[in-house]
Nanobody, 126 residues
Framework: QVQLVESGGGLVQPGGSLRLSCAAASGFTCANCAIAWFRQAPGKEREGISS????????HYEDSVKGRFTISRDTTANTVYLQMDNLKPEDTAVYYCAADPTGWGVPLIPYRFGSWGQGTQVTVSS
């Protein structure tokens, strides 16, 4: 059951930018959930890349995206964004957002996140 909806993926050249959005699907609410972004490239395991805590507002980035990606939360719109700048070919993957009911958002281990979106494809290529 899809409970989150991602959007904003697409094809971009190396060095370009994209902004992904993660919104709650109709009927899904989790006021205390932390939200994280994961990605999965072909033939690779799903990896967590960033999260934003609902408990204390802490933001976490994995080293692979630190300094290039920015996560943010619009509480009015009930949406979490992932601004991706200076994209590289190795960023090519399906990107997923996920909700952590504990509210912490870390560690970025997939089984800790009970609600997922369907994913959005990001392709970085010239």
């Amino acid at each position: 059951q899809v409970q989150l909806v991602e959007s904003g993926g697409g094809l971009v050249q190396p060095g370009g930018s994209l902004r992904l959005s993660c919104a709650a699907a109709s009927g899904f609410t989790c006021a205390n959930c932390a939200i994280a972004w994961f990605r999965q490239a072909p033939g690779k395991e799903r990896e967590g890349i960033s999260s934003i805590s609902k408990k204390d507002g802490n933001i976490h980035y994995e080293d692979s995206v630190k300094g290039r990606f920015t996560i943010s939360r619009d509480t009015t719109a009930n949406t979490v964004y992932l601004q991706m700048d200076n994209l590289k070919p190795e960023d090519t993957a399906v990107y997923y957002c996920a909700a952590d009911p504990t509210g912490w958002g870390v560690p970025l281990i997939p089984y800790r996140f009970g609600s997922w979106g369907q994913g959005t494809q990001v392709t970085v290529s010239s």
